[in-house]
């Protein structure tokens, strides 16, 4: 059974950095894509960015400079680095994998931002 928890969340003032990581278990890690979501109150889920298998990354455009997606295959990790964060930058942060055609979820984390 595939597992996704995350940690580093938190509250950080507007301009600060959080690190984000997500630790899987029950799968074969480097064959699945990884990726971040967040989902803001009243919001749709949204895409944040993506890891490849191959190493490539994708980011929204909102986030696109500011974060950074970087997986460690060695220790079944995903990370997201948030710097210059910003109020509309709150919500829960979710963690995904996708392997053979089913996607997996994390619980989730908070990571709320003060201006």
């Known amino acids: 059974q595939v597992q996704l928890v995350e940690s580093g969340g938190g509250l950080v003032q507007a301009g600060g950095s959080l690190r984000l990581s997500c630790a899987a278990s029950g799968t074969i890690f480097s064959r699945n894509v990884m990726a971040w979501y967040r989902q803001a109150p009243g919001q749709q889920r949204e895409l944040v960015a993506t890891?490849?298998?191959?190493?490539?990354?994708n980011y929204a455009d909102s986030v696109k400079g500011r974060f950074t997606i970087s997986r460690d295959n060695a220790k079944n990790t995903v990370y997201l680095q948030m710097n210059g964060l910003k109020p509309e930058d709150t919500a829960v942060y979710y963690c995904?994998?996708?392997?053979?055609?089913?996607?997996?979820w994390g619980q989730g984390t908070q990571v709320t931002v003060s201006s």
């Open positions: 890891a490849t298998t191959s190493g490539n990354t």
């Open positions: 995904n994998s996708y392997f053979l055609g089913k996607h997996y």
